[in-house]
């Protein structure tokens, strides 16, 4: 394996690691616009946080691709993570389907939308209904 | 016995004998890599495939730790039978590090009931480890594409 990819995996691992322990706080915001500008591409949710002073922005996005075949286009999606400057530049992204990267969004997605504390609170509302 | 065939023919056919016994020697040798390379790139995918439900099932547990702790557990379990089962395909030569890190899953797997297994630092190692497994199989999967 190459060491690029044992770094970026690293990478993905420690964030993963620290929003899970809530040491980062993801909120959901609109894409910058140099990240949807001059694209075709739906960006259905994007989420940013700050750690050690960089802005990464973690979004999944929507492109179409051409079938040469068939000559028709077709809509694909991938998960994006990228470090993003103060001029909202995208500096930096990783876009490989990697499992690591899949379970980073899964459990940012799942942080900002409380879904534990939504769970929690039903469980609750049937005890007290009870 | 009279022999009609002269004692150089007799040499040489015997010299041919030894090396066709060498060369059915390789050739075995070759069709049982070529039979292993063509059930790793049927097996391979699979497993890696289920390492990765494995991976992000135990990813779910951790952000419930210790509630689902057990749950962790049998999933390290699954991770590590399949890496077991992934070494008996991959090459040789790619072989030490899933090795190495199927060591630590079997260690793992065995002393999860260590108090340091209550909080999940220690079990955000091996998730990083079977990651990095994923990767691993995932460029071995490419290599075999090639053979």
């Known amino acids: 394996m190459y060491d690029s990819d044992d770094k970026t995996i690293t990478l993905l691992v420690k964030l993963n690691r620290l929003t899970s322990l809530g040491k980062i706080n993801w909120r959901a915001e609109p894409p910058p616009r140099s990240i949807i500008r001059g694209t075709d591409d739906h960006i259905p949710i994007y989420m940013s946080a700050i750690y050690k002073g960089r802005t990464f922005g973690l979004f999944l996005q929507r492109y179409q691709s051409y079938d040469g075949e068939h000559d028709r286009l077709y809509w694909s999606e991938r998960i994006v993570l990228a470090i993003i400057d103060q001029e909202e530049n995208v500096l930096w992204e990783i876009e490989n389907s990697s499992s690591a990267l899949h379970d980073l969004f899964e459990t940012v997605r799942r942080k900002v939308a409380r879904v534990d504390d939504i769970i929690d609170d039903l469980i609750n509302d049937d005890h007290d209904e009870f | ?147």
């Open chain 2, 1 to 147: 016995m009279i022999s009609y065939i002269p004692q150089w023919i007799q040499d040489i056919n015997t010299v041919m004998g030894i090396v066709g016994f060498f060369i059915t020697l390789i050739v075995m040798y070759q069709v049982r890599e070529i039979r292993a390379t063509f059930r790793a790139r049927a097996r391979l995918p699979q497993i890696n495939k289920e390492l990765q439900k494995a991976g992000s099932a135990l990813n779910t547990s951790l952000n419930n730790w210790p509630v689902s702790k057990n749950t962790g557990h049998g999933q390290i379990k699954v991770a590590s039978s399949l890496i077991d089962d992934a070494i008996t395909f991959i090459p040789r030569a790619s072989r030490k590090k899933i090795v190495e890190i199927n060591g630590k899953l079997s260690k793992a797997v065995h002393e999860f009931s260590q108090a340091r297994y209550d909080t999940p630092d220690a079990v955000w190692d091996l998730y990083s480890d079977i990651q990095v497994a994923i990767t691993s199989l995932n460029q071995i999967e490419k290599n075999l594409n090639w053979e």
